[in-house]
C-alpha cells in the first residue's frame, strides 16, 4: 500500500511542480497541455511520467534536449515520501493537503520570488474545515502572530510580506513553541545555505521555512 501511496504523491509532485513553474508565465500559464517551456513542444504521456520519465530521458526534453531541471525530480521524490508519511498521520487528510499548499508554496517562490495569496486562503480554508475546537483563541493567536510579523518586517525590511502570511497561516496548525522552532530552523538553514554559496542573492524563504515546518511535524510525530 505505501507504494501506491508514493506513486500517487510522486503524481501529484509532478503536477504541483509544473503548477509553480507555470504560476507567472503567461506563455505557458494558459497551456491546458504539457509543454516544453523551451521548444513549446507538447508533451506525449510517457513523457510525464514521473521520476521514471525523467532517468528514462536522462534530464532532457525529448525535442529539443533542452535539460528538465533537477529540481522536478526533487519534488516528485519529495511528495511521494510525504504522501507516505501522512497516510500514517492520524488525519491524513489534514496533513496531506497542508503539506501540498507549502510545497507549492515553496516552488512558487523557488521560480518567481512569490507566494501566491491562494496558498494563504487555503490553508486557512484547511484549518475551518479541520473544525477547530478552540478556534476563538486561535484566531487571536494568529491576529497577533500576523500584526507581530508585520511590524518585523515593516522595521527589518529583512523578512517579505508573503513569508509573513505564510509563517502567520502555519500558526493555525501549531503551537508558538513550534513555530518559534520552525522560524529558528528555516533562518539558520537559510543562513548556512546563502554564506555557502559563492554568489549571495537574495533568500527566498518559502521553501526554508516549509522544510522546517516539516522537521517540526517529523519531530512532533515520532
Not at 500559464?29 to 523551451?38: G, H, L, V
Not at 534536449?65 to 522536478?72: G, M
Not at 487571536?140 to 502567520?168: H, M, P, R, T, W
Not at 520552525?182 to 559563492?198: E, Q, W
Request: with cysteine.
Amino acid at each position: 500500500m505505501d507504494l501506491l501511496y508514493f506513486l500517487f504523491g510522486s503524481c501529484l509532485g509532478s503536477w504541483i511542480c509544473a503548477s509553480a513553474y507555470r504560476y507567472n508565465l503567461l506563455e505557458l500559464k494558459n497551456e491546458k497541455r504539457s509543454i516544453c517551456p523551451q521548444c513549446h513542444q507538447k508533451l506525449p504521456f510517457y513523457d510525464l511520467i514521473p521520476i521514471i520519465s525523467w532517468f528514462y530521458l536522462k534530464g532532457k526534453c525529448r525535442f529539443c534536449h533542452h535539460e528538465i531541471p533537477f529540481d522536478h525530480l526533487v519534488c516528485e521524490v519529495l511528495c511521494g515520501l510525504l504522501m507516505v508519511f501522512c497516510m500514517h498521520h492520524h488525519e491524513p487528510l489534514l496533513m496531506c493537503s497542508l503539506v501540498y499548499v507549502l510545497i507549492y508554496a515553496a516552488y512558487t517562490d523557488i521560480y518567481h520570488g512569490l507566494i501566491p495569496d491562494r496558498c494563504h486562503v487555503m490553508m486557512f480554508l484547511i484549518y475551518v474545515l479541520s473544525e477547530p475546537a478552540e478556534w476563538e483563541m486561535q484566531m487571536l493567536y494568529f491576529f497577533i502572530v500576523i500584526c507581530v510579523l508585520y511590524l518585523v518586517a515593516y522595521i527589518s525590511q529583512g523578512l517579505g510580506y508573503g513569508d509573513v502570511k505564510l509563517i502567520a497561516s502555519m500558526s493555525l496548525f501549531i503551537s508558538l513553541y513550534k513555530l518559534l522552532w520552525v522560524i529558528c530552523i528555516a533562518s539558520t538553514s537559510a543562513l548556512i545555505f546563502n554564506l555557502s554559496k559563492r554568489k549571495k542573492d537574495k533568500i527566498r524563504f518559502a521553501p526554508y521555512l516549509s522544510f522546517s515546518y516539516f522537521v517540526v511535524l517529523l519531530f512532533r510525530t515520532i
